[in-house]
């Protein structure tokens, strides 16, 4: 006789445009992995049918999703309430059921920190290239780290100033990026990503020494020119990708309570993007 009908939970992500995305092998894999009955989906969601696929979350059996660009600020007032994680960083990346109430949260933040929380010793003083909507996760969680001294640099001005208005750090500018002092150090652009500005860095070679914590949000490639020479010059490094996969594991605890195996994560991750996979120090 067959075993008592077990439905399969539904989660997903939503966004525009999708293609590139690794969430649903991240959660997919999880599901097998912990043996978990849930299937992970990519909802491609154009911004103007955005309002309607949270109203159809409402009726339709889906359990969580994952939400990227561009919704992660316009899904904030279609939501029963945000954390105050996600409130702070102005952006949701994750909804999740609470009591009936569908709740917005944002692990973006959780996965920034986490390679900085495992190294134990948070940074005092930190420098921030680029003020788009990464770099203000990552100034939340600098905050929320207790580093002290924060100073954001952007190529237009107007919008470092604007962020570290709204944050109560320091901003710079762009030309004078290299002559500040922090110990760490934070790519929050595309430069050194994949395709044109592969061969970019946000710093010149001579910034690095050995006291610097050199931490690229670009995970494709994984080994970017901004880690290469931050490593060479004897500095400690984390990749995006050790950020990307904590922020799908901190989802997937939300959604199942349990805790994704990091290492084998990440493994799978560099696989599928085809890094090498020797940055990490
Ligand atoms: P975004 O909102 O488009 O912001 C991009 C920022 O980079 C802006 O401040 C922009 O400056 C600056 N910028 C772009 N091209 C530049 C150039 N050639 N020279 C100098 N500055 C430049 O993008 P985002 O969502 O913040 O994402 C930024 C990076 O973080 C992306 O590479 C993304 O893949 C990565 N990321 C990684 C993770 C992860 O899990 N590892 C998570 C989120 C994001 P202007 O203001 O002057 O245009």
Not at 20 to 25: A, F, G, I, K, V
Not at 48 to 59: D, G, M, P, S, Y
Not at 212 to 222: K, Q, S
Not at 244 to 266: C, H, I, V
Request: hydrophobic share 45%.
């Amino acid at each position: 006789m067959p075993g008592p009908f077990i439905p399969e939970k539904v989660y997903g992500i939503i966004g525009h445009p999708l293609a590139q995305t690794l969430s649903p092998l991240l959660h997919n894999w999880g599901f097998a992995r912990l043996g978990v009955k849930g299937s992970y989906l990519a909802f491609p969601t154009p911004p103007e049918k955005l309002a309607a696929f949270i109203q159809a979350v409402r009726t339709l059996p889906v359990s969580g999703l994952s939400v990227t660009i561009p919704h992660k600020e316009a899904v904030m007032p279609l939501l029963d309430g945000v954390s105050d994680l996600a409130r702070r960083a102005g952006a949701v990346n994750t909804l999740a059921w609470e009591d009936g109430r569908l709740m917005g949260h944002n692990t973006d933040v959780t996965g920034f920190l986490a390679p900085l929380l495992e190294r134990g010793q948070a940074p005092e003083t930190a420098l921030v290239l680029g003020a788009g909507g990464a770099a203000k996760g990552v100034l939340a969680g600098l905050l929320d780290l207790g580093v002290s001294q924060i100073a954001v640099a952007n190529r237009s001005l107007r919008r470092a100033q604007a962020l570290a208005g709204t944050f109560g750090v320091r901003a710079v500018a762009w030309e004078d990026r290299a002559q500040v002092c922090a110990g760490l150090v934070v790519n929050a652009t595309p430069m050194g990503m994949k395709g044109k500005a592969e061969g970019e860095s946000p710093l010149p070679e001579d910034f690095w020494n050995p006291a610097h914590l050199a931490y690229d949000l670009v995970y494709n490639p994984r080994d970017t020119l901004f880690l290469r020479q931050a490593k060479a010059a004897g500095a400690e490094v984390v990749d995006g990708l050790a950020m990307f996969a904590a922020q799908g594991a901190a989802q997937f605890k939300l959604w199942t309570g349990l805790t994704l195996p990091m290492e084998e994560a990440e493994r799978l991750l560099a696989q599928a993007l085809g890094l090498r996979e020797d940055t990490r120090s």
